[in-house]
């Protein structure tokens, strides 16, 4: 199973008290409030917790003479010590706070910085090499034919996640955005979802993280 677009829409529109219709066929049939209060439950699940299937990593093919390559589209993760994840041939590279300084320099790159959605290695690197940076993607789904997307538009849009998160994930995305469809916190019908999304949210942390569960994660 995939979480499509169409499948989010149409499963929210038949919650109790949604004041859409519930059987649209396409995103011809899509209202635009809806669709926008979707994307934003997702980027807010997204962004508030690590999840591990944002994880990726970046690789750089570096040549001799070439500083500055591509950036991958997503933040960058650090170590136990604070250590940008960025390394060079398995050795972790210094990030460099004051590039304005730097006089050009051919070697084996030990630091690096960035520059707009550049990363540049320092020294330059002399002979080939590789790069890994690990990052948290920024990306929340794909189109039909693959293409990483930020957020969901056509109704065959996929949403990545995880097979076995997928009910989880799904149930967690309704629930909250029912919450943004509610005009008003005094709504008796907003305490009633804002408890569902609450413990929705927090099965979806537990199982994304696997059995060894945040002890400030209570369910």
């Known amino acids: 199973m995939t979480i499509t677009l169409l499948d989010l829409y149409n499963a929210t529109a038949s919650q109790e008290w949604a004041m ?13 409030s809806l669709v926008l209060a979707l994307n934003k439950a997702i980027l807010d699940i997204y962004a508030s917790y690590d999840f591990p299937f944002r994880e990726r990593t970046h690789l750089i093919l570096t040549f001799p003479k070439m500083d500055a390559y591509d950036l991958p589209s997503g933040l960058i993760k650090r170590d136990g010590k604070g250590r ?3 390394k060079y041939n398995s050795k972790i590279l210094n990030h460099i ?5 730097l006089e050009m320099k051919l070697g084996v790159p030990e630091g690096f910085y960035i520059q707009n959605d550049k990363i540049v290695l320092y020294p330059v690197p002399i002979e080939k090499g590789m790069v890994t ?69 927090k099965l979806l942390v537990k199982y994304a993280k696997g059995v060894r569960l945040d002890k400030s994660v209570k369910i």
């Open 20 to 32: 859409y219709d519930n059987d649209a066929l396409s995103d011809a049939e899509f209202e635009d």
């Open 84 to 86: 940008h994840l960025v």
């Open 97 to 101: 706070e004051n590039s304005s300084e």
């Open 133 to 201: 940076i690990d990052y948290m993607t920024l990306t929340i789904g794909e189109t039909q034919s693959g293409e990483e997307i930020y957020s969901l538009k056509n109704d065959t849009d996929i949403l990545s996640v995880p097979v076995h998160l997928e009910e989880l994930m799904k149930e967690a995305i309704i629930t909250r955005t029912m919450l943004k469809t509610i005009a008003s916190e005094t709504d008796e019908n907003y305490s009633a979802y804002l408890k569902q999304a609450d413990r929705a949210y």
